[in-house]
T-cell receptor, first 115, second 113 residues
Framework: DAGVIQSPRHEVTEMGQEVTLRCKPI?????LFWYRQTMMRGLELLIY????????DSGMPEDRFSAKMPNASFSTLKIQPSEPRDSAVYFC?????????????FGPGTRLTVT | DAKTTQPTSMDCAEGRAANLPCNHS???????VYWYRQIHSQGPQYIIH???NNETNEMASLIITEDRKSSTLILPHATLRDTAVYYC??????????????FGSGTQLTVLP
């Protein structure tokens, strides 16, 4: 298995622009998580899906952030409009019910820089 | 979830075993011990987990004390690529809702040539 795939790996954009991050989970996994990591705040869970349905989005910072999972093999995290404070590494992770909620497999991340 | 305590940093010679300790004295009966690591500029990587029996996989071994208040992650033959921050986490196997992986400060393991 190729593991969790994320694109792009790096994104540099100007404040106010729309940013879309993409994730392909491991085939057969029914949980998908979006995290953000910064030096100041560490690893933060933004939202997670179970069977393509958003379950908990309480970590989404504000309305500028939105996430979708149209099918079991694809998810997007969109930021519109982007701000410099959104600069971080965004990770997607997947898991399955049979593995338990703490056994998660992470993608390589997308390093976002907003200038 | 129970709190964990790990040393801030450790060094290990390449080819030798790396033994990383973790204290979790308030662990409850249904909580598992999980280990992750994060190599610089990469995503966190799941290593292993266990409840009370010792566990081994292709990456590492996990030794949990009989009272379950502490555990040790063992990398049997450390390589330079094992240099990373290692995190010990305690939590239930399943939950009514998925839990955020909360990494503490972890142990910075440096494998020396």
């Amino acid at each position: 298995d190729a593991g969790v795939i994320q694109s792009p790996r790096h994104e540099v954009t100007e404040m106010g622009q729309e940013v879309t991050l993409r994730c392909k989970p491991i085939s057969g996994h029914d949980y998908l998580f979006w995290y953000r990591q910064t030096m100041m705040r560490g690893l933060e869970l933004l939202i997670y899906f179970n069977n393509n349905v958003p379950i908990d989005d309480s970590g989404m910072p504000e309305d500028r952030f939105s996430a979708k999972m149209p099918n079991a093999s694809f998810s997007t995290l969109k930021i519109q409009p982007s701000e410099p404070r959104d600069s971080a590494v965004y990770f997607c992770a997947s898991s399955s019910t049979s593995l338990g909620v703490y056994e998660q497999y992470f993608g390589p991340g997308t390093r976002l820089t907003v200038t | 979830d129970a709190k964990t305590t790990q040393p801030t940093s450790m060094d290990c010679a390449e080819g030798r075993a790396a033994n990383l300790p973790c204290n979790h004295s308030t662990i409850s009966g249904n909580e598992y011990v999980y280990w992750y690591r994060q190599i610089h500029s990469q995503g966190p990587q799941y290593i292993i987990h266990g409840l009370k029996n010792n566990e081994t996989n292709e990456m590492a071994s996990l030794i949990i004390t009989e009272d379950r208040k502490s555990s040790t992650l063992i990398l049997p033959h450390a390589t330079l690529r094992d240099t990373a921050v290692y995190y010990c986490i305690v939590g239930p196997f399943s939950s009514g809702s998925a839990r955020q992986l909360t990494f503490g400060s972890g142990t910075q393991l440096t494998v020396l040539p």
